[in-house]
């Protein structure tokens, strides 16, 4: 079995029942939901998958739970399956990061490939976060000063200009930069300064 969830969202059971009976048999594992409402309530984001839903349902519509969760910044790739397209809502969705807008009925192939590519896009942005959130605790372990060096040395400033600016001597900085170095596991300048790109600092 694939360890990668399809998270199906469609008022009509007879769809539910005909994707989870084609997914399956490709070897995914799916779960699935009556309604955008229903979903929400029960989404975990740690789970590997992508939602494969309909655009248009009573009540919250798939442009809605996609709008949602984005606006949580939860990044879980989506695919939109509908017997209703309008190129607008096509547009909307695409724009917003859906990975694919297919219609009913859906072909095989390009559903298979759709989902594909959102297995590719989660396995990619999950790697990220995992990357991200090891730095972050690195950065958790280090002192008030040794955050003050490293803010100045990827900032690209030289040793004697952080000693002034901080009143320590250079050589001070050299030890505190060695630590920022050790902690952050970094081997070179380039690195460190790759590692803390867009952090908080």
């Known amino acids: 079995m694939i ?10 059971t007879a769809v539910l029942k005909a994707l989870r009976r ?11 939901y009556g309604s955008a ?7 975990d984001a740690s789970i590997p998958g992508c939602i494969l839903m309909d655009s248009v349902m009573p009540g919250l519509n798939g442009l809605d739970v996609q709008e ?3 606006r949580k910044g939860i990044d879980r790739p989506i695919i939109f ?4 397209a309008t190129i607008p809502d096509s547009v909307q969705a695409m724009k917003a990061g859906a990975v694919d807008f297919l219609t009913k009925p859906v072909d095989r192939s390009k559903l298979l490939n759709a989902i594909k590519s959102a297995e590719e896009r989660d396995t990619t942005q999950r790697h990220i976060t995992e990357r991200r959130n090891g730095v972050l605790e690195k950065i958790a372990k280090l002192t008030r ?8 040395v990827v ?16 050589n001070t900085v050299k030890v505190f930069r060695g630590r920022v170095f050790k902690k952050l596991e970094a ?6 300064v790759r590692m803390t790109v867009g952090m908080p600092i």
């Open 187 to 192: 081997k070179t300048l380039a690195e460190l």
């Open 68 to 70: 949602i969760l984005n």
């Open 3 to 12: 360890n990668f969830t399809i998270f199906l969202v469609d008022e009509n």
């Open 155 to 170: 900032a690209g400033e030289l040793n004697k200009n952080i000693g002034v600016r901080l009143g320590i001597h250079i």
């Open 145 to 152: 000063r040794e955050r003050e060096v490293l803010a100045l």
């Open 37 to 43: 409402e229903m979903f929400l309530s029960e989404h």
């Open 22 to 32: 084609l997914l399956q048999t490709a070897g995914y594992e799916t779960k699935e």
């Open 81 to 84: 399956l509908t017997g209703k």
